[in-house]
T-cell receptor, first 113, second 113 residues
Framework: QKEVEQNSGPLSVPEGAIASLNCTYSDRGSQSFFWYRQYSGKSPELIMS????GDKEDGRFTAQLNKASQYVSLLIRDSQPSDSATYLCAGGVKPGGGNKLTFGTGTQLKVEL | KAGVTQTPRYLIKTRGQQVTLSCSPI?????VSWYQQTPGQGLQFLFE???????NKGNFPGRFSGRQFSNSRSEMNVSTLELGDSALYLC????????????FGEGSRLTVL
């Protein structure tokens, strides 16, 4: 079982809709979570981080964390074609050697006109 | 502020050869991590360096090694290349090992023939 799991997609949503991306993790020691966006042929770009249970909003993006259910999600409101990319979820644990991040394999999002 | 810089961007090697990749972190960032990205496995953690010391290590064979210099620049080396080493190698920097947010370079795409 992978430590961080994501549905690979593709997830297709119409322009203007809400895109919901989900991620589960197995290590209960995970304390920090991150969402990265990766356009085809480009490197991952950090878009959100979340450390506490609940919601965190930044513009059109909302990250949600539920540590009891070991579940992290990213909501993208008013989806735009430019949001079409692969979204990577990462969880961080601190095994004594610092905050080690483990990435999921990513969910491909397609926003259709 | 300059981002993470990786060189070379593209390279082609043959089986059995070795390769050295270079990474210059964001100014002020003292931690450098290396990841291998392939379509099937996603982002796989190789190792992380901080203050010239390896702080975390992933599950890769000893053919994969790295080092960090006093100016925080890092190199990774892969010896005795195998076809399966063909991948995008990403370097990421962050302020310190206990911070979460990683900032990625554009990557070095290695093709092994």
């Amino acid at each position: 079982q992978k430590e961080v799991e994501q549905n690979s997609g593709p997830l297709s949503v119409p322009e203007g809709a809400i895109a919901s991306l989900n991620c589960t993790y197995s290590d209960r020691g995970s304390q920090s979570f991150f969402w990265y966006r990766q356009y085809s042929g480009k490197s991952p770009e950090l878009i959100m981080s979340i450390y506490s249970n609940g919601d965190k909003e930044d513009g059109r993006f909302t990250a949600q964390l539920n540590k009891a259910s070991q579940y992290v999600s990213l909501l993208i409101r008013d989806s735009q074609p430019s949001d079409s990319a692969t979204y990577l979820c990462a969880g961080g644990v601190k095994p004594g050697g610092g905050n080690k991040l483990t990435f999921g394999t990513g969910t491909q999002l397609k926003v259709e006109l | 502020k300059a981002g993470v810089t990786q060189t070379p961007r593209y390279l082609i090697k043959t089986r059995g050869q070795q390769v050295t990749l270079s990474c210059s972190p964001i100014s002020g960032h003292r931690s450098v991590s290396w990841y291998q990205q392939t379509p099937g496995q996603g982002l796989q953690f190789l190792f992380e360096y901080f203050s010239e010391t390896q702080r975390n290590k992933g599950n890769f064979p000893g053919r994969f090694s790295g080092r960090q210099f006093s100016n925080s620049r890092s190199e990774m080396n892969v010896s005795t290349l195998e076809l399966g080493d063909s991948a995008l190698y990403l370097c990421a920097s962050r302020l310190g090992v206990n911070t979460g947010e990683l900032f990625f370079g554009e990557g070095s795409r290695l093709t092994v023939l």
